[in-house]
Nanobody, 127 residues
Framework: QLQLVESGGGLVQPGGSLRLSCAAS????????IGWFRQAPGKEREGVSC????????VYAHSVKGRFTISRDSAANMAYLQMNSVKLEDTAVYFC????????????????????WGQGTQVTVSS
């Protein structure tokens, strides 16, 4: 059974950087797209980014485009989210998730497409 564990969260100052990791065990990530989501207190869960099974297609929420970079290492069964130029509004619990599909939706990152989820890692942006 696929298990996902996120790591790399923590406290970071505005303008700083953080790299989140998602480690998979129990099954291979290789055939599936991978997504990162976040949920801030009192807010709905938001799709942040998606990367296709080949890594050739990446999709970003408008709020993070140009600042965050998603990547994957299928051989290592890992996925990553590089967060640069973070803002106060990036504060949230971040989740990685594995899609039921190989590709990403081109404009949105719909959570129902992702049946497998990690427990999340807290990212707090504060001065």
């Amino acid at each position: 059974q696929l298990q996902l564990v996120e790591s790399g969260g923590g406290l970071v100052q505005p303008g700083g950087s953080l790299r989140l990791s998602c480690a998979a065990s129990g099954a291979t990530l290789a055939p599936y797209a991978i997504g990162w989501f976040r949920q801030a207190p009192g807010k709905e869960r938001e799709g942040v980014s998606c990367i296709s099974e080949s890594g050739g297609t990446t999709v970003y929420a408008h709020s993070v485009k140009g600042r965050f970079t998603i990547s994957r290492d299928s051989a290592a069964n890992m996925a990553y989210l590089q967060m640069n130029s973070v803002k106060l509004e990036d504060t949230a619990v971040y989740f990685c998730a594995v899609s039921a599909f190989a590709g990403c939706s081109m404009e949105t990152i719909p959570a129902p497409d992702f049946p497998s989820w990690g427990q999340g890692t807290q990212v707090t942006v504060s001065s």
